[in-house]
């Protein structure tokens, strides 16, 4: 029901920004809790962040408090990843995912996930 696609990934040195964009088409998009994930190679799944589907409650993992932002534009079908401070160890791919509550995005098989996209960030 919905498809995301998540863009904006690339090659950046430490302390620079990137800001990771994610489509979404369906027609319940608005309805759906969003969040943001990475995998670093050999590393497991970590949580990045999260926003309600009204955008008005975030939640960000330990490690990116304070340097990473989300945000979502419900009219334009969009939620957003802005990354501050880059550090090498933000290196991964980063997946966006959605679900119907902000729970279910932590149950793989209950969420929605993009292809992903890669963000390299050099020393």
């Known amino acids: 029901q919905v498809q995301l696609e998540e863009s904006g990934g690339g090659l950046v040195q430490a302390g620079g920004s990137l800001r990771l964009s994610c489509a979404a088409s369906?027609?319940?998009?608005?309805?759906?809790?969003m969040g943001w994930f990475r995998q670093a190679p050999g590393k497991e799944r970590e949580f990045v962040g999260s926003i309600s589907w009204s955008g008005g409650s975030t939640k960000y993992g330990d490690s990116v408090k304070g340097r990473f932002t989300i945000s979502r534009d419900n009219a334009k079908n969009t939620v957003s990843l802005q990354m501050n401070s880059l550090k090498p160890e933000d290196t991964a791919v980063y997946y966006c995912a959605a679900a119907a509550t902000p729970y279910l995005l932590f149950v793989s098989s209950s969420a929605w996930w993009g292809q992903g996209t890669q963000v390299t960030v050099s020393s």
């Open positions: 369906g027609r319940t998009f608005s309805n759906h809790a």
